[in-house]
């Protein structure tokens, strides 16, 4: 059983929960999921099954969406209303207009240094920052610059702002919606937070465990799971020639002749097909040597 499912995340599971109880229902040990998203959140969360597991890395730098609720003038020690609440400005947020939330929110499309928060599952020192929290430690974090490529104010209802957010990989919505909220000198956390988009991977087109489940149970779990190599639609695709199967199988550089087709403009990343035309490898071509070496194995590395 090899591919990714798009997952929906349900509030009230971790993405952790959601590896676990596919583990039970698909009856698969190797599954990773590529991207956490809080207990609280939901939404679409790819998960690698098989060999795809070795494409996690991959779909974890990916664009994402999320459409999110900011409460301005609360202010929580989560950045999220699962805290608790250290400061209540709501009477200041009643007096700013409409104009002043929109400028403000527009305003942080672009490249900003933003600070991750406490409650994360970021690594300082070794242990993650959630941990350090929960013992009631805080610790100076560096500043790691993220993108946020667009955002799409849906609705005003002061102190809820409903946004649609597409970010670099890294970002974190509860620190934008504080950011913004102390831009405004309000203050703000994040009410509700929803991933719609992750890399290629659609709302509309995700499922719950239980839809999951239940396709399992019809042996037709085959019909959820995405192809790796359908992930990279942009790289050129190359057959391997019967001569040069071995090395292919056993993951050595391999020349340009060893392909079926001419690769004079292929200086890239190409995907590489058995001669039985099944997907069996990414690799990467060396302009130095003049030959391709392999990148990512998803077929058997030696036979």
Do not use: W
Not at 93 to 111: H, N, P, R, W, Y
């Amino acid at each position: 059983m090899n591919g990714i499912i798009n997952v929906y995340k349900e509030r009230g599971f971790t993405s952790f929960d959601v590896v676990a109880k596919l583990r039970g229902i698909l009856h698969e040990k190797k599954i990773g999921h590529t991207g956490t998203l809080d207990p609280e959140a939901t939404g679409v969360l790819p998960v690698c099954v098989g060999n795809a597991t070795k494409v996690c890395e991959f779909l974890t730098e990916k664009d994402k969406t999320y459409e999110a609720v900011l409460h301005l003038g609360i202010i929580t020690d989560t950045g999220d209303l699962t805290g608790t609440v250290l400061d209540d400005k709501s009477e200041k947020a009643g007096e700013l207009t409409e104009k002043e939330i929109e400028d403000t929110v527009m305003g942080f499309v672009g490249s900003y240094a933003q600070v991750p928060p406490m409650y994360s599952a970021r690594k300082v020192d070794g242990k993650r920052l959630y941990e350090l929290a929960r013992a009631g430690v805080e610790v100076e974090r560096k500043a790691v610059n993220v993108t946020i490529y667009s955002i799409r104010i849906l609705d005003i209802q002061i102190p809820y702002v409903r946004f649609l957010v597409r970010c670099s990989k890294g970002t974190y919505i509860r620190t934008l919606c504080e950011d913004i909220g102390k831009k405004l000198g309000t203050g703000g956390c994040m009410e509700k937070l929803k991933r719609t988009q992750a890399g290629i991977f659609k709302e509309d087109s995700a499922h719950t465990l239980s839809e999951i489940e239940k396709v399992q149970a019809e042996g037709k779990i085959g019909e959820l799971l995405m192809p790796v190599d359908t992930l990279f639609p942009k790289l050129p695709k190359l057959h391997i020639k019967k001569e040069a199967l071995k090395l292919l199988q056993n993951g050595n550089k391999l020349l340009p002749e060893s392909f079926v087709e001419n690769t004079d403009q292929m200086d890239s990343q190409v995907l590489v097909y058995d001669t039985a035309g099944s997907f069996y490898a990414i690799y990467e071509y060396d302009k130095t040597f003049g030959y391709y070496k392999v990148r990512k194995m998803f077929g058997a590395e030696k036979l």
